[in-house]
């Protein structure tokens, strides 16, 4: 039976290799004509910016952040997590017998003190003090008599119908009675030693300290909001026991919300206060918020694997989207300049010398324009120079270099 032959793959090797050297011979007219295939980009005109890219965290401005100071059960919860709330209006209260005991105990203990400063004022008490008043005054008495009794010994003694002896008994009489009179004058004058004096002080003051920490500590078991603003944390319900230090509830003016970026070392030269700042959050994409830079990094530290410096912002959040704790996407605008000539990064080259130029696309041959740079971003620069819609040449699509006068053509 008659069969075709079939080719062998030796046979097909010789037209591979002449397909081959057909690309090759074409690949060589190609280059010797020097047309060198490019891609180009056109100079725009626009606004460019330069901008740092980071994350931040959202924070009250001004937050109030109340805790139990001591153990103790939630009696009371007055507001909701999300309520608007007003200065001074009540938001939760704690059991607070302990606290009206200590304060009663405090407030008794300060009376004490108070009767001890009032007596050691007056000489000592009311009782103490009229006591020696009348013995002063008995004092006084006695001592009177004594001096007319001396008296008329004395003018007996003159007429010599008393003796020497019973003139000095009566001098001796009058002198206790004199000394009886300044010692209870004295009494009264200075009833407490310095020592004494000093340990009433001393008591008076730690009664007033122990009645102002007691007023406090009730104080505080009536949780009051210190400003208006919103209750946006509220961990505890009616019944919890708390213990001292624990959180009881948050509550800030979030109409305007601080916003902390960490900014990493390389680029913290670069900020400056009143640089603007565009925040962002993606759980409301499309949407920022405006806000310059108000502190700026005065150390660096180690966030997670970061050496970072952190810089804050204070932003208009009238509709209360962005809330507490939330992290947000900013971006530091270092330097924006509008109406300016910019090429994509790529078309920039620079010789030997540090001289910035790129090469003209003109007439199907290149041709090199010299340019001076200013801001630039990830993916273009701004240029002076060269005319806006001029052509230049980003890089050959067959990886040979761009060279000056070289004859090309522009593909896509």
């Not at 009696?75 to 302990?98: I, M, N, P, T, Y």
């Not at 009536?222 to 946006?232: D, L």
């Not at 213990?243 to 990493?264: H, M, P, Q, Y």
Request: charged share 25%; net charge neutral.
């Amino acid at each position: 039976m008659n069969t075709k032959a079939q080719p062998s793959n030796g046979g097909r090797w010789p037209l591979l290799i002449a397909a081959l050297l057909i690309v090759i011979l074409v690949y060589a007219f190609s280059d010797r004509k020097g047309t060198l295939p490019v891609r180009a980009a056109s100079v725009e005109r626009g606004t460019l910016r330069s901008q740092i890219s980071t994350n931040g965290k959202v924070e009250p401005v001004r937050n109030f952040e109340a805790r139990a100071l001591t153990a103790a059960t939630v009696r009371h919860v007055f507001v909701h997590e999300g309520d608007h709330v007003r200065k001074g209006q009540l938001l939760l209260q704690l059991e607070d017998a302990d606290a009206r005991t200590q304060a009663a105990h405090a407030t008794a203990q300060l009376r004490s003190a108070e009767a001890e400063e009032s007596a050691m004022k007056n000489g000592g008490t009311h009782e103490e003090v009229v006591t020696t008043q009348a013995e002063l005054a008995k004092a006084n008495s006695d001592r009177d008599t004594a001096q007319r009794h001396l008296d008329a010994i004395r003018r007996l003694n003159e007429k010599g119908d008393a003796s020497l002896g019973e003139v000095r008994d009566a001098e001796n009489q009058l002198a206790r009675a004199t000394t009886q009179v300044t010692l209870l004058q004295e009494k009264l004058k200075n009833r407490y030693s310095a020592s004494e004096v000093a340990r009433v002080q001393a008591q008076a003051f730690e009664a007033r300290a122990s009645v102002a920490a007691a007023g406090s500590m009730l104080a505080k078991s009536n949780i009051r909001a210190p400003q208006n603003g919103i209750v946006y944390a509220l961990p505890v319900r009616e019944g919890t026991f708390v213990n001292a230090g624990d959180l009881l509830l948050e509550e800030a003016d979030l109409s305007k919300v601080l916003i902390r970026a960490f900014v990493d070392e390389p680029d913290v030269a670069r900020l400056h206060l009143g640089q603007r700042i565009e925040i962002s959050w993606d759980a409301l994409p499309g949407r920022t918020w405006q806000g310059e830079v108000t502190v700026v990094p005065a150390s660096l530290h180690l966030l997670g694997t970061r050496n970072v410096g952190e810089l804050t912002s204070i932003t208009d959040n009238k509709d209360l989207a962005l809330l507490p704790n939330v992290n947000v996407g900013v971006a530091i605008v270092t330097a924006e300049h509008r109406d300016t000539l910019y090429v994509p990064r790529e078309a920039l080259r620079q010789d030997h010398d540090g001289q910035p130029y790129v090469f003209d696309v003109a007439g199907g041959s290149l041709k090199r324009r010299d340019v001076t740079t200013a801001i630039a971003t990830l993916t273009q620069m701004e240029v002076q120079g060269i005319p806006e819609k001029t052509q230049v040449a980003l890089a050959t699509t067959n990886g040979k270099p761009l060279v000056d006068g070289a004859l090309v053509k522009v593909v896509n």
